[in-house]
């Protein structure tokens, strides 16, 4: 049978208990549970948008994740940005997020836009200038990130514009 839920204040770990005079487990030797109302929103910003974060370095101590929620508040579009060396995966938890980025896959650059569900999936490669926006006038957008570096790595950039192969920045 499964042990009983925890409450607020109770720290990551309540049923394991450090005995007197011993130095507490190093964090990467236990699990950690990150409550939503912990989330930590001292991380990189871009205007239009709220980080949160639950998985870092800071929080559990992880050397190669970072996990999080990002609100996007209606009617509103995130600046221009891309994430670095981080791959970035994001789970679309409510609101219809619109996600924007340019393909010059035609004879001229294009912006597209993916228009996402709750429920769906976003990849977004390394140094991939983007930007999210979310066109609801009412409903906050939600989503779920999932970084493959250790922090929240936010680089805004002027404009969108496209990556060429090979080129970081």
Do not use: C
Not at 36 to 53: E, H, I, P, S, V
Not at 89 to 103: C, N, T
Not at 122 to 130: A, C, M, Y
Not at 142 to 159: D, K, L, Y
């Amino acid at each position: 049978m499964s042990e009983p839920l925890t409450t607020p204040g109770e720290g990551f770990h309540p049923h394991l208990h450090d005995t007197a005079g011993e130095s507490p487990a190093p964090l990467r030797t236990r699990l950690h549970h990150i409550r939503a109302d912990a989330l930590d929103g001292d991380t990189a910003q871009t205007g239009g948008m709220r980080r949160f974060a639950a998985v870092s370095g800071n929080t559990v101590g992880s050397e190669k994740l970072w996990m999080g929620q990002t609100h996007v508040a209606p009617s509103t579009s995130s600046s221009d940005h891309h994430h670095g060396a981080s791959e970035t995966a994001i789970y679309v938890v409510s609101g219809h997020p619109e996600f924007v980025f340019l393909d010059d896959s035609g004879a001229q650059p294009e912006e597209v836009r993916l228009r996402t569900s709750p429920g769906d999936y976003i990849f977004v490669p390394p140094f991939v200038p983007h930007r999210e926006e979310n066109p609801d006038p009412a409903e906050e957008a939600v989503v779920v990130i999932a970084r493959s570096t250790q922090e929240a790595i936010v680089v805004n950039v002027p404009q969108l514009y496209v990556l060429r192969p090979g080129q970081e920045a």
